[in-house]
């Protein structure tokens, strides 16, 4: 089945302790996203990659890292999370600039 | 600065009527724009899209509409089902950057059977 998978789906954590949340896609996609969504915010763009090893910074990338060492996988990374990065957070993967994204099922994170 | 908006956070709509979505943006430089449908607990759905060189974009019971110069967008839904009930986004993505992809803060959308 086609798909982007996610994990952890949840996560609770304290403030200051490293973690990455990784996402991996079977569809042998180019593109890669991640977006976290807040109430009343909807969806924005954290990074993105267009391919392996190209990466550029989305809407609201202050806090996150991320790496694409695999075509396949594209995990996000908070090296020091603090309280306002809690969220959901969600993966994508499309096959081409402009089509659709595919998303995953969300992580939400939680940082007290 | 919201550069997608949707204005309206909820729709109520009864079964087999038309609902009607909208959304304003106001980058002029977006030229590519995407609607996805969200049920809870589960990631964004894409449904339909439209270029900026087309006003009118149908699938099935779906149609987008796009006023360039009103730099509005509308997803029409004939007829309406319950199973459309859910959270609607739209989206918008400039040439050149297609793969940064701004979304709207999404409207909630009931069909009333």
């Known amino acids: 089945e086609a798909q982007v998978t996610q994990n952890p789906r949840y996560l609770i954590t304290v403030t200051g302790k490293k973690l990455t949340v990784t996402c991996s896609q079977n569809m042998n996609h180019e593109y890669m996203s991640w977006y976290r969504q807040d109430p009343g915010l909807g969806l924005r763009q954290i990074y993105y990659?267009?391919?392996?090893?190209?990466?550029d910074k989305g809407d609201v990338p202050e806090g996150y890292k991320v790496s694409r060492k695999e075509k396949r996988n594209f995990p996000l990374i908070l090296e020091s999370p603090s309280p306002n990065q809690t969220s959901l957070y969600f993966c994508?993967?499309?096959?081409?600039?402009?089509?659709?994204?595919?998303f995953g099922s969300g992580t939400r994170l939680t940082v007290v | 600065d919201q550069q997608v908006k949707q204005n309206s956070p909820s729709l109520s709509v009864q079964e087999g009527r038309i609902s009607i979505l909208n959304c304003d943006y106001t980058?002029?430089?977006?030229?590519?724009f995407l609607w996805y449908k969200k049920y809870p607990a589960e990631g964004p759905t894409f449904l339909i899209s439209?270029?900026?060189?087309?006003d009118k974009n149908e699938d099935g019971r779906f149609t987008v509409f796009l006023n360039k110069s009103a730099k509005h967008l509308s997803l029409h839904i004939v007829p309406s089902q319950p199973g459309d009930s859910a959270v609607y986004f739209c989206a918008a993505s400039a040439s050149g950057g297609y793969q940064k992809v701004t979304f709207g803060t999404g409207t909630k959308l009931q069909v009333i059977p």
């Open positions: 990659s267009m391919n392996v090893e190209v990466t």
């Open positions: 994508a993967s499309s096959f081409r600039a402009g089509a659709g994204y595919t």
């Open positions: 439209i270029s900026s060189i087309k």
């Open positions: 980058n002029s430089m977006f030229d590519y």
